[in-house]
């Protein structure tokens, strides 16, 4: 019986099927940056003050000057009160008295809110995401944070049920729909509702890619392959900043970011199924008339006798959740981690969902965010070989959380150090986040890795519900919400130092595996099969499968 790797190995692991694979993948990986982080670009500010209708009403021959300021207070600088206004005076009063303030009380706005004149439509001038109603802004991010665990939830068993193919057209089938129809909603609330929706699409296709990814690239490129893939995200983001410059119609942005997943109506018939998959399902003749074909495309020759001896495989045991409770050692790893995961969500999207908050203009500031990705995803790969798993995950957290406090004692009138400080804070968050996929995967045994894997990924969707909710509180003190992007990561970056280093360790299979103490691995060109666990391979013989759980 031949082992799914060795077929693998001799159709090409890494060869023209993959790299058109790899391609494919990365599209919607692009596409999806605009869905993440367009709406920061929607609701910027803008100066606002009360619609004065019992002025207009009155048949006062007054510029519009003078009618703003009979109708709207002053603030300490001179500037109309965003969300005051003069109470009406009654009916009776004589028009000297109204000339000369008399009827000075103020009131909240009652007739809505004037722009200036010119201003493209936006989330803020159209539905009025100002004053009382201004946290809405942050409540709608929340919401989409909200359909990101849902998505998650939801897609992951799915993925595993229906196949990573139906799966990921499914997905893009909602970015076609939905995205173009978040242009044309009536209200608010809709739109929220339909961010939601999307939201749990995003979700899905982050790890229904990487699943399909992975189950065709060989353990020595597995790695580069995933780092790759997620590169297009950082490249979408960079590519944002410019049609989010060239496009400030919201509609017409948002129809310019959703549109181009049209283009993808070919997938249904380009996009390969796993056959990894397809043999767990035993659905053994596909698999080899799949392969046959990789083998064909990369140019190889597959041997009819090796073929022949694929059969169906079994996705062996797996624990229970309840062991990251009862064992000491898992206990310990699983509500470090959990803190962890939470933190990189926190300080990865504090910086991003406040891209316009550091004094340069936000177009270069987020141009600048995307490129900053790039690097911090591939150097997290050498520095977890330098410096080992334990150590990387904990400078990158405390650097993150540094840079962070650090903007809070940098004056506003220096923008150029206030942006540098969050470069450098978004590139260790960013490298971070891939440091810890990585780490808590070697951290966590064979039997419970996707399970354990699934609890932390929980944790860090809760993080990203709760980001809009900490900007919040900048209303309170402006300090605030970085404090809190600062501390949390640095808190939980020390706790890893009492977490185990697995650079150059076996992989654990079974959780009295946890009792045996570090074993280290034997030097070899190639990575064994447990080192491959870390990319999602559990260690049954004969199987490469990675269950979409994981991701």
Known sequence: MAQFAQVLAEIGDFGCFQVQLLIMLSVPNFLSAFYMFAQVFMVLDEAHHCSVAWVKNHTLNLSAAEQLALGVPLDAVGSPEPCLMFRPPPDSASLEDILSHRFNETQPCEAGWDYPEGRPPSLKNEFNLVCDQKSLKETSQSVYMAGLLIGALMFGPLCDRIGRKATILTQLLLFAVLGPATAFVPGFALYMALRFAVATAVAGYTFSNVALLTEWVGPLWRTQAVVLAQCAFSLGQMVLAGLAYGIRNWRSFQIAGTTPVLLLFFYFWALPESARWLLTQGRVEEAKRLMQKVASVNGQKLSPELLGQLVREDTGPSGSALDLIRHPQLRKV???????????????????????????????????????????RYSSIFMMQWLGRKWSQLATLVLGGLMCIAIIFVPADLPVVITVLAVVGK????????????????????????????????FSRIGGITTPLVILLGEYQAALPRLIYGSLPIG?????????????????????????????????????EKEAEALGRPSSPGLDFVSSTYF
Request: some cysteine.
């Open 427 to 458: 590139f260790a968050t960013t490298a971070g986040f891939t440091v810890s996929y990585v780490y808590s995967a070697e951290l966590f045994p064979t039997v419970i890795r996707q399970t354990g894997m699934g609890l932390v990924g929980i």
């Open 492 to 528: 939980a970056g020390l706790l890893c130092a009492l977490l185990p280093e697995t650079r150059g360790q076996t992989l654990k299979d079974t959780i009295k595996d946890l009792d045996q103490g570090p074993h280290p691995r034997s030097l070899k060109l190639a990575p064994s």
């Open 334 to 376: 699983t509500l470090i981690l959990s803190c962890v995961w939470f933190v990189d969500s926190l300080g990865y999207f504090g910086l991003s969902l406040q891209v316009g908050d550091f004094g340069l203009d936000i177009y270069l500031t987020q141009l600048i965010f995307g490129a900053v990705e790039v690097p911090a």
